[in-house]
């Protein structure tokens, strides 16, 4: 099972971006899929999850700007950032609580990173 995450880049503050991340392989189910950052010396935070039903949270510092979503068919979830601010510049990687076909249980799956850099 890999996670490939695309959509990141440079934008003015004001600006906005669409992240995704596909999820492939011999996948029997994805439970929860969501999208967390890092900004150079923090830890890494969630920024919003979904679940399989369509459930959503989010961090406080992203409600109103962001809206995840995501596409079952495809297993693909994606984040939509508007009203970007300078203090969102962070590496953004997504992860997928993932049935393989191979294990008879959930497994947490995280994707490469993609970065975001938002300037004042």
């Known amino acids: 099972v890999q996670l490939q995450a695309s959509g990141g880049g440079l934008v003015q503050a004001g600006g906005s971006l669409r992240l995704s991340c596909a999820a492939s392989g011999r996948i029997f189910s994805i439970n929860a899929m969501g999208w967390y950052r890092q900004a150079p010396g923090k830890q890494r935070e969630l920024v919003a999850a979904i679940t399989s039903g369509g459930r959503t949270n989010y961090a406080d510092s992203v409600k109103g700007r962001f809206t995840i979503s995501r596409d079952n068919a495809k297993n693909t979830v994606y984040l939509q950032m508007n009203s970007l601010k300078p203090e969102d510049t962070a590496v953004y990687y997504c992860?997928?609580?993932?049935?393989?076909?191979?294990?008879?249980?959930?497994?947490?799956?995280w994707g490469q990173g993609t970065q975001v850099t938002v300037s004042s």
């Open positions: 992860n997928a609580d993932v049935h393989p076909f191979y294990s008879s249980r959930y497994q947490d799956f």
